[in-house]
């Protein structure tokens, strides 16, 4: 059984691309594997270092994540900040992590832009606390969606580092997993690159049917082909790309050829992509609404995922204090 292991910041409801870009692979392999899910709320600091309601959000992820079909009577699953062994970790690692490297992600440099009053600690080292996320279940798979693909690079670069400064082969290098298939990322609505909790281009998966609708309607478009198999702009990939993971083949297929041959009315595609991601997101919906009413089931899943948790995290912290030379008296 291999170690699975994927997270999410509780700073917004869950959208169609963390659900397509992660969930869904987690879903999937958590009955073969053994499988940590978590909600990062220290991470979520990093860009909310007050928030308003910190455990109504952890709580309201944790619906979700639940509606999606995460299992915790197969998957652990739990919140970052139960397991202060992470903490821990994060501490040594960041000893052996620089801060040229830090200072180079893209991440880093993006928030430094977007966040240019709070341009914190915590934002320079996340990729050390995700890596911390990791290494303290020693997981070797991670299912993510494209833009964590640097994450990724420097945790296995810190297990790595590990492993060489301490002469011992202890942690394996963490992998983003989709099945042997590319990494995916799901455009927004605005003809942007990325579906996202802060740029407001997203469909959330509780969105009601007219709240998709009218965000679906008001995806950006262009004025339309006009010579045949002409190449498409941007706002419009973007909308195939959607309609590629929530419509039938067929359907995507009619609407394609139109474009082709210059017959398309974007209206009529948006009335179906609408009706399409309706049909994906309304039972998920009726899930959330009945699991976070339920506060008693809430609160026994999150106290045994951080019992089950925090023995494999306190086992790697105890061999880790031993690999570096701690001892006690
Ligand atoms: P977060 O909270 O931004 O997103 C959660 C997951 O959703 C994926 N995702 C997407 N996938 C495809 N298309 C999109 N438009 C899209 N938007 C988001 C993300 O790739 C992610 O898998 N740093 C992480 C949380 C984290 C984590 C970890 C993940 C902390 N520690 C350890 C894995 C392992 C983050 O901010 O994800």
Excluded: W
């Excluded at 994927?6 to 499988?35: C, D, W």
């Excluded at 940590?36 to 910190?54: Q, W």
């Excluded at 606390?129 to 303290?136: R, S, T, V, Y």
């Amino acid at each position: 059984m291999e170690i699975v292991l994927s997270g999410i910041r509780p700073t917004g409801n869950l959208h169609l691309g963390n659900y397509f870009g992660a969930v869904k692979n987690f879903v999937k392999m958590q009955h073969e594997n053994n499988a940590f899910f978590f909600i990062a709320d220290y991470h979520s600091l990093t860009t909310h270092p007050t928030p308003n309601d910190l455990h109504g959000n952890v709580k309201q992820v944790l619906a979700e994540y639940l509606a999606c079909g995460l299992n915790p009577d197969v998957a652990t699953i739990y919140v970052q900040s139960d397991l202060p062994e992470i903490a821990e970790l994060y501490l040594l690692l960041n000893m052996n992590s620089y801060l040229g490297e830090l200072e180079r992600t893209t991440s880093f440099k993006d928030k430094v832009r977007t966040q240019p009053n709070n341009v914190n600690a915590g934002l320079l080292t996340y990729p050390v606390l995700m890596a911390a996320d990791i290494l303290i279940h020693r997981a070797k798979k991670v299912p993510v969606g494209k833009d964590q693909e640097q994450n990724l690079e420097m945790a296995r670069k810190f297990a790595k580092r590990f492993n060489n400064l301490y002469n011992v082969q202890y942690f394996d290098e963490p992998t983003p997993f989709n099945f042997g298939e590319e990494l995916i990322k799901i455009p927004g609505l605005d003809g942007s690159g990325k579906m996202g909790k802060s740029e407001g281009n997203g469909i959330y998966l509780i969105d009601d049917d007219k709240t998709i609708r009218s965000k679906v309607m008001k995806a950006k478009t262009d004025a339309g082909p006009t010579i045949p198999n002409q190449k498409m702009p941007e706002e419009i990939v973007n909308l195939f790309t959607i309609a590629n993971i929530v419509s039938e083949k067929d359907t995507v297929n009619v609407f394609r050829n139109k474009y082709n041959d210059c017959t398309i009315r974007y209206g009529d595609f948006k009335k179906q992509l609408a009706e399409d991601i309706i049909k994906f997101t309304s039972p998920i919906r009726e899930r959330v609404l009945e699991i976070h009413a339920n506060e008693q089931y809430l609160k026994k899943v999150v106290k045994l995922g951080a019992e089950k948790a925090r023995v494999s995290a306190s086992k790697t912290i105890k061999e880790v204090r031993e690999i570096i030379g701690f001892k006690s008296f």
